[in-house]
Protein backbone atom coordinates (compact mmCIF):
# COMPACT_ATOMS: atom_id res chain seq x y z
CA UNK A 1 0.00 0.00 0.00
CA UNK A 2 1.67 3.47 -0.99
CA UNK A 3 2.47 6.19 1.46
CA UNK A 4 1.13 9.36 2.21
CA UNK A 5 2.61 11.07 -0.38
CA UNK A 6 3.67 15.29 -0.08
CA UNK A 7 4.18 17.82 -3.65
CA UNK A 8 6.31 19.64 -3.82
CA UNK A 9 8.53 18.24 -1.52
CA UNK A 10 10.83 21.42 -1.84
CA UNK A 11 10.21 25.23 -2.32
CA UNK A 12 11.62 28.61 -2.63
CA UNK A 13 9.03 31.31 -2.01
CA UNK A 14 9.70 35.48 -1.47
CA UNK A 15 8.05 37.61 1.25
CA UNK A 16 4.38 38.41 0.43
CA UNK A 17 4.18 35.28 -2.06
CA UNK A 18 1.24 32.75 -1.08
CA UNK A 19 2.24 28.80 -1.28
CA UNK A 20 -0.10 26.01 -1.78
CA UNK A 21 0.70 22.40 -0.70
CA UNK A 22 -0.56 19.01 -1.74
CA UNK A 23 -0.97 15.88 0.40
CA UNK A 24 -2.62 12.16 -0.49
CA UNK A 25 -3.32 10.41 1.93
CA UNK A 26 -3.17 6.46 2.37
CA UNK A 27 -5.84 5.31 0.45
CA UNK A 28 -8.60 4.09 2.53
CA UNK A 29 -7.82 6.88 4.89
CA UNK A 30 -10.32 10.19 5.55
CA UNK A 31 -8.65 11.75 8.03
CA UNK A 32 -5.20 14.24 7.08
CA UNK A 33 -3.93 16.72 9.39
CA UNK A 34 -0.88 19.16 8.70
CA UNK A 35 2.01 20.02 10.83
CA UNK A 36 4.45 22.74 10.97
CA UNK A 37 7.96 21.44 12.06
CA UNK A 38 10.60 24.22 13.31
CA UNK A 39 13.94 23.16 14.91
CA UNK A 40 12.83 25.85 18.04
CA UNK A 41 8.90 24.79 18.53
CA UNK A 42 9.13 21.47 16.91
CA UNK A 43 5.88 19.63 15.70
CA UNK A 44 3.25 22.09 15.60
CA UNK A 45 -0.68 20.95 14.62
CA UNK A 46 -1.99 23.31 12.25
CA UNK A 47 -5.35 21.05 11.59
CA UNK A 48 -7.26 18.49 10.55
CA UNK A 49 -9.58 17.56 8.06
CA UNK A 50 -12.11 14.37 7.91
CA UNK A 51 -14.40 13.90 5.48
CA UNK A 52 -14.31 17.25 3.65
CA UNK A 53 -14.95 18.86 7.24
CA UNK A 54 -12.14 20.48 9.42
CA UNK A 55 -12.21 18.84 12.62
CA UNK A 56 -9.81 20.73 14.60
CA UNK A 57 -7.37 23.91 13.91
CA UNK A 58 -4.14 24.75 16.04
CA UNK A 59 -2.99 28.25 17.37
CA UNK A 60 -1.75 29.78 13.68
CA UNK A 61 -3.09 32.89 12.07
CA UNK A 62 -6.01 33.39 9.24
CA UNK A 63 -2.79 32.92 6.54
CA UNK A 64 -2.68 29.16 7.28
CA UNK A 65 -5.80 27.60 5.56
CA UNK A 66 -6.42 24.38 4.37
CA UNK A 67 -8.99 22.17 2.38
CA UNK A 68 -10.05 18.40 1.59
CA UNK A 69 -11.42 17.12 -1.42
CA UNK A 70 -13.79 14.00 -1.66
CA UNK A 71 -10.98 11.55 -2.72
CA UNK A 72 -9.17 12.68 0.85
CA UNK A 73 -6.47 14.72 -0.78
CA UNK A 74 -5.65 17.72 0.95
CA UNK A 75 -4.20 21.20 0.46
CA UNK A 76 -3.12 23.97 2.50
CA UNK A 77 -2.16 27.42 1.72
CA UNK A 78 -0.37 30.29 3.14
CA UNK A 79 -0.97 33.66 2.04
CA UNK A 80 1.28 36.43 2.41
CA UNK A 81 4.31 34.77 3.48
CA UNK A 82 6.40 35.87 6.46
CA UNK A 83 10.08 35.18 6.54
CA UNK A 84 9.02 33.03 9.97
CA UNK A 85 7.13 30.76 7.54
CA UNK A 86 9.84 28.90 6.84
CA UNK A 87 9.64 25.12 7.96
CA UNK A 88 8.87 21.37 7.08
CA UNK A 89 5.10 21.12 6.73
CA UNK A 90 4.00 17.55 7.25
CA UNK A 91 1.19 16.13 6.40
CA UNK A 92 -0.37 12.80 8.03
CA UNK A 93 -3.19 10.18 7.56
CA UNK A 94 -4.85 8.40 9.88
CA UNK A 95 -8.03 6.19 9.73
CA UNK A 96 -9.75 7.22 13.01
CA UNK A 97 -12.81 5.11 11.50
CA UNK A 98 -10.78 2.02 11.44
CA UNK A 99 -10.74 1.86 15.66
CA UNK A 100 -6.83 3.09 15.72
CA UNK A 101 -5.44 6.88 16.35
CA UNK A 102 -1.60 6.33 14.57
CA UNK A 103 -0.73 9.00 11.90
CA UNK A 104 1.26 7.84 9.16
CA UNK A 105 3.23 10.72 7.78
CA UNK A 106 4.56 12.04 4.63
CA UNK A 107 8.20 12.91 3.97
CA UNK A 108 6.76 16.53 4.19
CA UNK A 109 7.27 19.51 2.08
CA UNK A 110 10.67 22.09 2.84
CA UNK A 111 9.21 25.34 2.52
CA UNK A 112 11.99 28.41 2.40
CA UNK A 113 11.02 32.24 2.35
CA UNK A 114 13.38 34.35 1.52
CA UNK B 1 -1.91 24.65 29.66
CA UNK B 2 -1.83 21.37 28.62
CA UNK B 3 2.01 20.24 27.89
CA UNK B 4 4.40 17.16 26.60
CA UNK B 5 7.66 17.34 27.95
CA UNK B 6 10.74 14.77 26.26
CA UNK B 7 13.63 14.33 28.31
CA UNK B 8 16.35 14.28 27.67
CA UNK B 9 16.64 16.41 24.88
CA UNK B 10 20.05 14.57 23.71
CA UNK B 11 21.75 11.19 24.65
CA UNK B 12 24.82 9.94 23.50
CA UNK B 13 25.08 6.11 24.16
CA UNK B 14 27.50 3.50 23.33
CA UNK B 15 26.23 0.32 21.15
CA UNK B 16 24.88 -1.91 23.21
CA UNK B 17 24.38 0.51 26.36
CA UNK B 18 20.79 0.30 27.45
CA UNK B 19 18.84 3.45 28.62
CA UNK B 20 15.46 5.31 28.55
CA UNK B 21 13.75 8.30 26.72
CA UNK B 22 11.04 9.85 28.43
CA UNK B 23 7.30 11.94 28.20
CA UNK B 24 5.61 13.34 30.83
CA UNK B 25 2.36 15.04 29.63
CA UNK B 26 0.65 17.45 32.45
CA UNK B 27 -3.41 17.51 31.48
CA UNK B 28 -6.30 14.55 32.47
CA UNK B 29 -8.42 12.67 30.18
CA UNK B 30 -5.56 11.20 28.07
CA UNK B 31 -7.15 9.23 24.46
CA UNK B 32 -3.84 7.78 23.59
CA UNK B 33 -0.25 8.28 23.68
CA UNK B 34 2.00 7.71 20.43
CA UNK B 35 5.76 7.58 19.84
CA UNK B 36 7.30 8.33 16.75
CA UNK B 37 11.13 8.00 15.48
CA UNK B 38 12.14 10.24 12.61
CA UNK B 39 15.06 10.57 10.64
CA UNK B 40 17.05 13.43 9.40
CA UNK B 41 14.95 14.88 6.43
CA UNK B 42 12.19 12.27 7.07
CA UNK B 43 8.52 12.15 8.04
CA UNK B 44 8.34 10.63 11.63
CA UNK B 45 7.45 7.43 11.18
CA UNK B 46 5.03 5.46 14.03
CA UNK B 47 6.50 3.25 16.51
CA UNK B 48 3.70 2.63 19.10
CA UNK B 49 0.11 3.34 20.88
CA UNK B 50 -1.00 3.36 24.28
CA UNK B 51 -3.81 4.27 25.74
CA UNK B 52 -3.94 3.33 29.31
CA UNK B 53 -2.06 3.00 32.20
CA UNK B 54 0.10 -0.22 32.58
CA UNK B 55 0.17 -0.72 28.77
CA UNK B 56 3.40 -1.97 27.39
CA UNK B 57 4.26 -2.79 23.82
CA UNK B 58 7.38 -4.11 22.57
CA UNK B 59 8.88 -3.90 18.83
CA UNK B 60 12.71 -5.33 18.55
CA UNK B 61 15.14 -3.22 20.42
CA UNK B 62 12.32 -0.68 21.78
CA UNK B 63 9.58 -1.15 24.42
CA UNK B 64 6.93 1.21 25.57
CA UNK B 65 5.40 2.06 28.71
CA UNK B 66 2.65 4.03 30.11
CA UNK B 67 1.89 5.42 33.62
CA UNK B 68 -0.72 8.00 34.71
CA UNK B 69 1.39 11.03 33.70
CA UNK B 70 4.42 9.84 31.62
CA UNK B 71 5.66 6.91 29.24
CA UNK B 72 9.34 5.67 28.99
CA UNK B 73 10.90 4.23 25.39
CA UNK B 74 13.50 1.57 26.45
CA UNK B 75 16.11 0.78 24.23
CA UNK B 76 17.86 -2.08 24.92
CA UNK B 77 21.39 -2.94 23.48
CA UNK B 78 20.87 -0.12 21.18
CA UNK B 79 22.77 -0.44 17.34
CA UNK B 80 23.87 2.60 15.43
CA UNK B 81 20.87 2.27 13.53
CA UNK B 82 18.76 3.25 16.08
CA UNK B 83 20.33 6.55 16.12
CA UNK B 84 16.98 8.96 15.49
CA UNK B 85 15.11 11.75 17.22
CA UNK B 86 12.15 9.73 19.11
CA UNK B 87 8.95 11.89 19.45
CA UNK B 88 6.20 11.45 21.63
CA UNK B 89 2.35 12.64 21.15
CA UNK B 90 -0.06 13.17 23.73
CA UNK B 91 -4.22 13.25 22.12
CA UNK B 92 -6.32 14.45 25.15
CA UNK B 93 -10.15 13.88 25.72
CA UNK B 94 -10.47 17.35 26.70
CA UNK B 95 -9.04 19.39 23.91
CA UNK B 96 -11.30 18.66 20.78
CA UNK B 97 -9.25 15.60 20.12
CA UNK B 98 -6.01 17.53 19.09
CA UNK B 99 -2.23 15.97 18.96
CA UNK B 100 0.50 17.90 20.96
CA UNK B 101 3.36 16.55 20.50
CA UNK B 102 6.87 16.88 22.33
CA UNK B 103 9.51 18.19 21.20
CA UNK B 104 11.89 15.05 20.98
CA UNK B 105 15.12 13.27 21.94
CA UNK B 106 17.94 13.32 19.69
CA UNK B 107 19.48 9.43 20.49
CA UNK B 108 22.95 9.34 19.16
CA UNK B 109 23.96 5.73 19.74
CA UNK B 110 28.35 5.50 19.00
CA UNK B 111 29.29 2.16 17.33
Known amino acids: KAGVTQTPRYLIKTRGQQVTLSCSPI?????VSWYQQTPGQGLQFLFE???????NKGNFPGRFSGRQFSNSRSEMNVSTLELGDSALYLCASSSPTGGTDEQYFGPGTRLTVT | EDQVTQSPEALRLQEGESSSLNCSYTVSGLRGLFWYRQDPGKGPEFLFT???AGEEKEKERLKATLTKKESFLHITAPKPEDSATYLCAVRFMNRDDKIIFGKGTRLHILP
Open chain 1, 27 to 31: SGHRS
Open chain 1, 49 to 55: YFSETQR
Open chain 2, 50 to 52: LYS
